[in-house]
């Protein structure tokens, strides 16, 4: 497999899970201003939408949106604890976190990365992000992850909440989601995917 990703956005997390898993895979830069990838390609080529991440299987076929691909990925290696298995209950309650986060914690955090979109808009996302937050502060109080064990919404929620220092926004602010944080990035494969990631040159 690979994985086309560019650093610390999105696709950071099917990368923790792809180490998580122990699953093969090559890395693949794309710079995100030129659209090139690392090993010479228009990044439009393999994802039409022009964004990361993109997961490319062996047999050619692509996958793109960081949910339909963490569970991909989970369902990959039976009987982890990554993923409850499809069609319980537990599962649903996944898709639960992962819609949340994908819809009111990535999809608000976007429009704060533009340079072309004035402060007092801007003001206006970060008190509905604030809000959000306040629901993830009650949700982790007395908890270790959002399922019983750490999963792949943990990864993608790590991911997205990494982005709050670029917003001037701090997450002691919410005790249980510093304490989160500080939790997930310990672990070896959240280590070992910025590392990685860190180490690649610049496309």
Known sequence: MKLYFAPMTCSLSPHIVLRELDLPFELIRVNNQTKRTADGRDFHEINPKGYVAALQLDNGKVLTEGPAILQFLADQVPGNALAPTAGTWERARLHEHLNFISSEIHGISAPLFSAEIPEPVKAIFRQKLFKRLDYLERTLTGRDYLMIN??????????????????????????????????????????????????????
């Open 150 to 203: 750490f999963g792949v919404a943990d990864a993608y929620l790590f991911t997205v909440l990494t982005w709050l220092p670029t917003f001037n926004i701090d997450i002691s602010e919410w005790p249980a989601l510093a304490t989160y944080m500080q939790r997930i990035g310990a672990r070896p494969s959240v280590l070992a995917a910025i590392a990685a990631e860190a180490a690649t040159l610049p496309v």
